[in-house]
């Protein structure tokens, strides 16, 4: 049985970049970089088929020649001539997987389209009369092997509990509950890092000489955010994996001088993170740490974040989102603005950068992005990013707000575009916010 798996690549979308002044466009993001750690762990539960991973966005940033994707998927069906080939999709990525699937087929209908990931988690209906014979939601590498092991002997996938099926009557749920799993700990499946080495290059970010790969140690979040997909996708649970089980995945990964936790947020259980470094200090493991941290966190927990700044904490990545109290209660973000000025003092004082994200409603007005521009400058971070509030479909948000979208272009759904009607003229708002990306350590604000 051949298993390719498939990550599709970036959405280009970007109009806070394309409306953004000359002088800004450097400092805006133009994709994130990293390893499919979900893709990787599907691949883990099913190591003794053969299977291939192929990380399009990775080759895309390799060979930027590569040629468009339906042509390149068609030469990967060529060449590893699968029986079964795996998408892992979020929402921007989705049309993507959808063209995958529409080539795969086409090349020959046998082959089994198998949809998984964060989209097919929270808008599994989406895939119905679409070209993905299954979607699997979930933490589901186990259920992802037994559809495997099912096409292998011929057995209808209809005796797959948990799975969905595409079906000239829809998209149908198979009969049984599914398996439990415990993700991120007794069925922890360590990502076979292998699959990437002919991207490993591409995995440096900003000027690092390092490649850089992803770890989570928890899965999920126990916050409620409004605008997030990551509670949701947990269904609001948090699992936090063992230290000795991160302590072997670290010392595991030599080549990787850089790791990124893919945390909603690295520092929930102090216990645990206590431990963690402890045990990283003893075992002399010498990386550098990127996380996600809450600001209320460090603001009211200095001594933790010092103990991670000598473990090797040298990157944080904080959500400040606003600096309007109001706004962050809507949010339910659960933490006021002066907590994002304490926090940058403490991460300051123990040498970490820190990346501040602000996300921009679609209401803002002249006025409301002056009296940002100004809280931002106070507030000065080495690099603050400015995203559009966007209602990812499965969130809260979205929920709110359904009503009000205007633009339903998936494309669109990666924080960089807005799909609201917006108080500011289209193109003026993206411009503003591009003009925002100019307020950090050492530039002239705006
Ligand atoms: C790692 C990561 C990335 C990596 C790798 C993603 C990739 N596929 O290439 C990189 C850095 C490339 C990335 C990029 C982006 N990301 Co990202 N990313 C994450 C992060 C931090 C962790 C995800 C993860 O690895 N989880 C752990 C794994 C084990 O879980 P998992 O992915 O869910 O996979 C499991 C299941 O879903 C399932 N599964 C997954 N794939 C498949 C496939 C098949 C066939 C099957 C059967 C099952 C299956 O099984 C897996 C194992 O149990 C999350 C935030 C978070 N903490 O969750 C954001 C997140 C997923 N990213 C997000 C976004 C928006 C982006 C960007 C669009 C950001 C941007 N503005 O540019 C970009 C996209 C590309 C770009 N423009 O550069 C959003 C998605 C929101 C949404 N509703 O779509 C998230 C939730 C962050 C957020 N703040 O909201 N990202
Ligand atoms: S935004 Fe951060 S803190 Fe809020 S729910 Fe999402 S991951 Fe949790």
Request: proline share 6%; net charge neutral; aromatic share 12%.
């Amino acid at each position: 049985m051949k298993i390719l798996l498939l990550n599709p690549p970036r959405s280009p979308e970007n109009n806070i970049l394309r409306f953004a002044p000359e002088n800004a466009k450097q400092f805006i993001h133009k994709k994130l970089i990293g390893p499919p750690l979900g893709l990787l762990t599907i691949a883990a539960a099913v190591k003794d088929f053969d299977v291939t991973l192929f990380d399009s966005k990775g080759e895309y940033d390799l060979e930027p020649a590569t040629p468009p994707l339906d042509v390149l998927v068609l030469q990967l069906l060529e060449r590893y001539n699968p029986d079964i080939l795996g998408v892992t999709v979020i929402t921007s990525e989705f049309d993507y997987a959808l063209e995958i699937f529409r080539v795969a087929k086409q090349f020959n209908p046998l082959i089994l389209t198998v949809a998984g990931g964060l989209h097919a988690t929270l808008c599994t209906q989406d895939f119905a009369g679409t070209a993905a014979d299954v979607v699997i939601p979930g933490q589901c590498p186990h259920i992802f092997r037994d559809v495997v092991i099912a096409k292998e002997k011929g057995v209808k996938l209809a005796s797959v509990p948990g799975i969905y099926l595409n079906e000239k009557s829809g998209l149908n749920k198979t009969h049984g509950a599914a398996r439990a799993w415990d993700a991120a700990n007794a069925d922890y499946l360590m990502p076979d890092r292998r699959h990437l080495d002919r991207w490993i290059s591409t995995y440096k970010v900003g000027k690092s000489p390092f490649p850089s790969t992803y770890v989570f140690t928890s899965l999920g979040c126990p916050y409620k955010c409004t605008f997030c997909s990551i509670w949701t996708q947990f269904r609001g649970k948090y699992y936090q994996r063992t230290v000795e089980s991160l302590i072997t995945e670290l010392k595991s990964i030599d080549e990787y001088p850089v790791v990124r936790f893919a945390d909603a947020n690295t520092v929930v259980d102090h216990d645990f993170m206590n431990l963690l470094f402890d045990r990283i200090v003893e075992e002399r493991i010498q990386k550098t740490f990127v996380m996600d941290i809450r600001a209320d966190i460090a603001a009211r927990h200095p001594k933790i974040i010092e103990k991670l700044a000598k473990g090797g904490l040298k990157v944080v990545i904080c959500g400040f989102e606003s600096f309007r109290d109001e706004e962050l209660s809507k949010y339910h973000k659960e933490s006021p603005a002066f907590d994002n000025e304490e926090a940058i003092r403490v991460f300051e004082r123990n040498d970490i950068m820190v990346r501040g994200n602000y996300v921009v409603p679609n209401d803002y007005g002249k006025e409301d992005f002056k009296a940002l521009a100004e809280y931002a400058d106070k507030n000065r971070v080495v690099y603050a990013g400015y995203t559009v509030l966007t209602p990812m479909p499965g969130t809260v948000f979205y929920q709110q707000v359904k009503e009000e979208i205007t633009d339903h272009d998936y494309k669109k759904y990666n924080f960089f575009n807005s799909v609201m009607q917006t108080k500011l003229p289209h193109d003026q708002f993206h411009e503003e916010i591009g003009k925002l990306w100019l307020i950090k350590k050492g530039k002239d604000v705006i």
